[in-house]
């Protein structure tokens, strides 16, 4: 059986960078699918603009069209703090003989020493990293020394074992941010081409991001 590839995120909203990742990943990787987990309540970063639902919706419309992609609401559903860890060790129970690639972006790795009992993760999961417009992999450092340690240039590696190694992949260069399209769509610009027709339509119907400020 083909990993699964685990791609959490804030979503706030969803845009192309993420879904030509997922895709881009799930194509090189021979991922089985590519599992979306929209995070209910980010505890390492600005509560999100949209509310957890609405994040949610738009994860779904954006991904529905694409064989394979298959979104996961566990975040949403969970009351309290949302932690990776935690969330992959249900996987873990739920897969047990099952690859599992958690995706991140290299801004995302860059934080990983700051994330709830990180040390853990790689036991849980393989950690693949996708290049992110303007950031490098680290040479040095204590994620210097977990490349060496757990680096694998070996897509084979990522089918043989279940978790455990780091793999750096190349994506195509989209550089596009949820904060951006919040900025565009809270000054009355068009977001469109930057993200899905769907996720734009929902959007557009809603209102969300029209305002600057936090919704408790
Ligand atoms: P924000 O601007 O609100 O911080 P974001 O655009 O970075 O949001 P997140 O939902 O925080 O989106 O990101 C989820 C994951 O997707 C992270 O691992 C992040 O690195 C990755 N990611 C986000 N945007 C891109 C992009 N343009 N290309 C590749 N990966 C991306």
Not at 56 to 78: C, H, P, S, Y
Not at 105 to 134: C, E, N
Request: charged content about 25%; overall charge neutral; proline content about 6%.
């Amino acid at each position: 059986m083909n990993p699964i590839g685990i791609f959490g995120g804030t979503f706030d909203p969803i845009h192309y960078g993420h879904l030509r990742t997922a895709f881009e990943l799930q194509q090189a990787l021979r991922l089985a699918e590519v599992r979306f987990l929209p995070a209910g309540n980010p505890p390492h970063r600005q509560q999100p603009l949209a509310d957890a639902n609405l994040r949610l919706r738009m994860v779904r419309a954006a991904t529905e069209d694409q064989r394979g992609f298959v979104v996961d609401d566990r975040e949403v559903r969970k009351s309290g703090l949302s932690y990776s860890v935690e969330t992959l060790a249900e996987l873990r129970r739920e897969n047990p003989q099952r690859s599992l690639c958690l995706i991140v972006g290299m801004d995302a790795f860059l934080s990983l020493p700051k994330w709830h009992q990180w040390q853990d993760l790689l036991q849980l999961s393989h950690l693949v990293v996708s290049h992110r417009p303007g950031w490098r992999a680290p040479a040095s450092g204590i994620l210097g020394e977990l490349l060496v340690d757990h680096g694998t240039g070996r897509i084979a590696d990522l089918h043989d074992s279940l978790a455990g190694r780091i793999f750096i992949h190349a994506v195509t260069q989209l550089e596009i941010s949820s904060t951006e399209l919040r900025l565009i769509i809270a000054s009355h610009r068009d977001p469109r081409f930057l993200l899905p027709d769907s996720v734009r339509k929902i959007i557009l119907d809603t209102g969300c991001y029209l305002e600057k400020t936090p919704q408790e």
